[in-house]
Each structure stands twice: as structure tokens, then as C-alpha cells.
């Protein structure tokens, strides 16, 4: 049994890493100052520190007092659009407080650090993306992910201290906050037709993702610490079949059960076509059967409709207003 420490683990992926984590009868300790999460999504049988990872105090104390054998650094302010915005707070949220965490571990002999990367490090124009690309981050967001990259890398060179690096993409599923404005289109159409309002959608609708449901992620992260060939390197995981905006709203509504309404917004600034290439991830955890977009949506949509609409607070502190969606800026007024 080992010791493992799960930064944002009151959130949406982190809190399902943490309960396959569980299920592996590991003793498992949630680290999340509950700014996106909330503490029902926090598995039973975690220990549950409320608290920042930019609080250096409480890092060192926590991993004194506990000895982990393995960090999954899941805490994070995704909202990728919005990072052009706030860019001082997602460099000091995304960057300085997972130097905190990395500190921490080669400080205290940590085995193996898990971090949770994004596909917003390889920038526009190159789809399918593979670990083999030169990453070239259009957005502050993706410029942080690539930066902790980068710096755990650098660590395991002067330190030795082993890493595994996930670039996960649009998952969605039970558990996501809905409540979001700013980030997670699935949560986000959701939440708008349990209000009787119309989905919005920036632009023609004409951009593609590939939606990943989280069964297909958490559990990969969770146990890829028992996988050797995993040690030091980078994987992109998630769905493989790419959908446009317009057919996931199509899908949504059919899943929630009510018709397909739909509003266009001024386009904003963001990549056209982004989905990734997942056979090294294949080839080094197993090519097993994914879950198709329409399961997936059926399932949250299930677990949507049992808890209801949510509301979360606006962001306020907006740095940089030139060029803001109008949307939201209405939105953090």
C-alpha cells in the first residue's frame, strides 16, 4: 500500500483519480482549497486537507507528516480562454504553486510525481497531435502546463526524481462542475438547457474536439505508477474520434431530452481543429475500448438531471480587458 497525495482531488478529474486510487487500497490524502471543487466530490476513505498549494507552510507540513510515495498534481484554473485574461493569476495558481509541490518531492524522496498536463501546449495547426511535436502554446494556460513540463523534466535530470506527464483533453463527465462559465462546454450546454436556456456556441459551431469521457482517463492516471515503461515520459489520452461543437450540442440535447436550441456568439480567439494521437499511451497502457460520445454524454446527463443546475461565482478579477469576449465580460461584470 503507498501514500499518495492528489492536489485538486475535490475537483472534477482529481477527485476520480483519487477513488480508483482508493479502490487500489492506497492511502490517499486530497489536497484542494475547494475554489472549483467541492468537498461531496471528495471520495470517502480520503483524508481531506483544505488548503493552497501555494501555501508553502502547509505543502512542507503535509509531506513531513505523510512521506508520500507518489504525488498526482491534478490542481489547477483551466479555463483556457480565459487565461489571456488573468494572466498573473494563472502563472502564480498553474506555475509557482507546482514548483511548490516539486520542491516538496525531491525534498522528501517522493517516487514518482503524476502530473496532469493539457493538449493546450502544442498550440494551433498541428492535428492529430503526438509527443513527438515541438509544443508551440497559443494561451498562458498552455505556456504554464508546458513550463511544469519542463521543470519536471529538469528535476528528474538534477534530481533523479521519476515523472509521468498526461495531456488529457475536453473530458467530461459525472462529477464536473456545471456551475462553470468559463470552461467545459459539455457542463456548460448542460447546465444552460436545465435553465431553459438556449446552448451557446462562439463562432459557426464548426470547431472539433475530440470529447473524452473520464472513465477513460482517471483510471490510466491512477495506476501508471505500476507501469514502468510509463516512467519519464509524456502521453496524450483521451478520445480518438473528433466531433464539431454543432454535433455535440445535437447530442446533448437529445441526451437531456429536450430540442436542440442553440445560440452563436462573435467567435472568439481559439484553434480550430485540436484532437490527438493516442498510440503511445496505446502501446505502453493497453488499447482497450473507449466510450463512445453518445454513452458518455447519456451518463452524465443522468447524473446531471438528478442534481440539478448550479451556479458558480463570476470571476472578478480580470486583468487584461482588451480583446475579452463580450459574453464575458458580461459575465465577470
Known amino acids: ?3 499518495c497525495l492528489v492536489t485538486g482531488g475535490a475537483g472534477f478529474i482529481g477527485s476520480h483519480v483519487a477513488r ?13 482549497d475547494l475554489s472549483g471543487g467541492f468537498r461531496e466530490n471528495v471520495p470517502e476513505g480520503a483524508l481531506f486537507v483544505e488548503g493552497s498549494i501555494l501555501d508553502v507552510a502547509l505543502v512542507e507540513r503535509l509531506f513531513a507528516e505523510h512521506r508520500f510515495d507518489y504525488v498526482y498534481h491534478l490542481a489547477a484554473y483551466a479555463a483556457e480562454g480565459l487565461s489571456h485574461f ?7 495558481n498553474n506555475l509557482i504553486g507546482s514548483v511548490n509541490l516539486i520542491n516538496a518531492s525531491v525534498n522528501h524522496q517522493v517516487k514518482c510525481f503524476v502530473f496532469t498536463s493539457s493538449i493546450a501546449v502544442y498550440g494551433a495547426g498541428q492535428s492529430p497531435m503526438t509527443e513527438k511535436m515541438v509544443p508551440i502554446p497559443e494561451d498562458p494556460y498552455g505556456i504554464a502546463k ?4 519542463q521543470d519536471l523534466r529538469a528535476s528528474h535530470e538534477m534530481f533523479g526524481m521519476d515523472y509521468i506527464i498526461f495531456r488529457p483533453h475536453n473530458v467530461y463527465g459525472e462529477g464536473q462542475n456545471i456551475g462553470d462559465r468559463y470552461r467545459n462546454v ?8 436545465l435553465k431553459g436556456e438556449p446552448m451557446t456556441i462562439f463562432g459557426d459551431g464548426e470547431q472539433q474536439r475530440a470529447f473524452t469521457h473520464i472513465d477513460d482517463v482517471a483510471p490510466i492516471i491512477a495506476d501508471s505508477v505500476d507501469v514502468p515503461a510509463a516512467r519519464n515520459e509524456i ?3 483521451g478520445a480518438d474520434v473528433p466531433f464539431t461543437v454543432n454535433r455535440l450540442a445535437e447530442v446533448v440535447a437529445k441526451a437531456m431530452g429536450v430540442p436542440c436550441k442553440v445560440k452563436h456568439l462573435d467567435p472568439r480567439n481559439e484553434v480550430k481543429v485540436a484532437f490527438s494521437d493516442h498510440s503511445k499511451a496505446a502501446k505502453v497502457f493497453g488499447d482497450g475500448r473507449k466510450i463512445s460520445l453518445e454513452e458518455g454524454i447519456r451518463r452524465m446527463a443522468e447524473w446531471v438531471k438528478r442534481h440539478g443546475a448550479r451556479e ?3 470571476f472578478k478579477d480580470i486583468e487584461v480587458m482588451k480583446n475579452m469576449p463580450k459574453s464575458w465580460l458580461d459575465a465577470c461584470a
Open 20 to 32: 480508483h486510487l482508493l479502490k487500489s487500497d492506497h492511502k490517499t490524502v486530497v489536497l484542494d
Open 1 to 3: 500500500m503507498a501514500t
Open 146 to 149: 508546458l513550463a511544469v513540463e
Open 186 to 193: 459539455v457542463g456548460i450546454f448542460m447546465n444552460q438547457l
Open 86 to 92: 488573468i494572466r498573473r493569476f494563472n502563472y502564480h
Open 312 to 314: 458558480s461565482s463570476r
Open 235 to 237: 502521453f496524450n489520452v
